[in-house]
């Protein structure tokens, strides 16, 4: 495909007008104010008229949990651990990998539709999860997180899905599918369990995807319990921090905290609207950032977000990072688009995309510019974080291969998925 007289954000995260990209298979291969040769322009099967366009990296959803669209709307206003205890671990308690396969084919239509194209993902049932996201084309570094309250750890049913899915699917579908090894949290966790899940992942040099500190009452709780440690404390004594991690939520953290993750290369994925909603706290992106921290943004559930709109979770971010900071020159929309595309996809491991960048992978997205909302333009970058909405995304491409345009999806059949998906809650809550 060539992109023709399209406006781009550049991989400096400049704002560029009337570029042609071209595309070859997966990978950009050409970017230029100049239209590409007569003999060049034949190696393009197709042509895109870029009028009223802007061509970006495609989003990395740093911290999701797909299956969970199951969930939307279902247990609002209670505090994290009244809605997991009594809501969220019941009904996950009736889960089967066919209603898992369809909440994780809808979150990935809604990804897709929002210019999502790779998401980080925890949760389990990952044969189904596997199956959705190679259906939809997108990409996914998934995490079978682990859980221990007991009993020999290596005998445990999530160590072991998390051993055979790394076994299985690392590197699946062409590399669009990696696995990440996780330790679900500190307080659902024994010291055991986090070096078994170290040890596999050194292994196996795996990405480690964890929760970390999203609440108070957690921070408090393992300092109770750990021997005076905070959880960034109590992970990094157990060496969970030597290789990459990617840690979601990262609220409450202390200057020792900082420094710890600082010195280890920790990338963090912060989830800024489902923070607010559960009233967790607000994440010090300032902090992060001037401490050397690369910071990503994940939008969580849709349980506990309700919507997997990237342009709303990337505006909710920058606004809180300027609240949390007390400076409204704070997080300027080039950081923020950054922390949106490129930061995520090199939590990924993914180090060749995110970015519009000859011989980078193509995972591209259109944004339509000739709507109102983002008219007039004084400075499009600033119209990208503060005025777009989800659904003026018009095309999404992975790996060169357009999943949707124009109100239409190329891989999914999304009637299907959403009558499949709501059949799938009804029998679930039926059993509640």
């Not at 009736?94 to 396969?101: H, I, K, R, S, T």
């Not at 991690?245 to 202390?254: D, E, I, K, M, P």
């Not at 992060?288 to 690369?294: F, Q, S």
């Not at 007390?326 to 990924?348: C, E, I, N, V």
Request: aromatic share 10%; with cysteine; charged share 25%.
């Amino acid at each position: 495909m060539l992109f023709e007289r399209i406006a781009i954000v550049d991989e400096n995260f400049d704002y560029q007008e009337d570029m042609y990209v071209g595309i070859s298979g997966n990978l950009i291969t050409y970017i230029s104010k100049e239209a590409p040769s007569d003999a060049l322009r034949e190696h393009y099967y197709q042509t895109y008229d870029g009028k009223g366009k802007v061509l970006m990296p495609g989003f990395v959803n740093a911290h999701g949990h797909s299956p969970m669209s199951l969930m939307r709307g279902y247990g609002e206003n209670l505090p994290l651990q009244r809605w997991l205890n009594e809501l969220v671990f019941p009904f996950e308690d009736q889960l089967d990998g066919e209603a898992v396969y369809n909440g994780t084919l809808l979150s990935m239509a809604e990804s897709i539709r929002y210019g999502i194209t790779s998401t980080s993902d925890m949760y389990f049932w990952v044969d189904d999860m596997v199956r959705a996201i190679t259906t939809s084309g997108a990409k996914a570094n998934i995490a079978r997180a682990v859980t221990h309250f007991g009993g020999d750890v290596y005998q445990l049913p999530s160590f072991i899905e998390q051993r055979d899915s790394i076994l299985m699917y690392h590197g699946f579908d062409e590399g669009r599918i990696l696995i990440d090894a996780s330790v679900h949290a500190e307080y659902t966790n024994s010291d055991e369990s986090v070096k078994a899940v170290v040890e596999q992942c050194r292994d196996h040099d795996l990405i480690m995807h964890i929760h970390l500190s999203e609440t108070e009452n957690e921070v408090n709780e393992c300092i109770e319990r750990r021997g005076g440690k905070t959880p960034v404390e109590y992970f990094d004594s157990l060496g969970l921090f030597d290789g990459p991690v990617l840690a979601a939520h990262s609220v409450w953290l202390t200057d020792n905290d900082y420094q710890i993750l600082k010195s280890k290369n920790v990338t963090v994925a912060s989830n800024p609207i489902s923070n607010l909603k559960l009233v967790s706290g607000i994440c010090d992106v300032k902090k992060l950032m001037d401490n050397g921290i690369r910071v990503a943004i994940g939008t969580d559930s849709s349980t506990s977000n309700n919507s997997l709109d990237f342009f709303e979770e990337i505006k909710t971010f920058a606004l809180l990072a300027k609240l949390k900071s007390g400076d409204p020159a704070f997080m300027t929309p080039k950081q923020a688009l950054y922390a949106a595309t490129r930061a995520g996809a090199l939590a990924q491991g993914r180090k060749t995309s995110g970015l519009i960048k000859e011989g980078y992978r193509a995972d591209l997205i259109v944004v339509d510019t000739d709507v109102p909302n983002m008219q007039p333009s004084h400075n499009m970058l600033n119209n990208l974080v503060y005025s777009a909405c989800g659904k003026d995304v018009c095309l999404t491409m992975v790996d060169g291969r357009v999943l949707y345009q124009d109100g239409e999806y190329k891989t999914i059949d999304i009637e299907k998925v959403m009558y499949d998906t709501n059949a799938a809650k009804d029998r679930i809550l039926a059993k509640l």
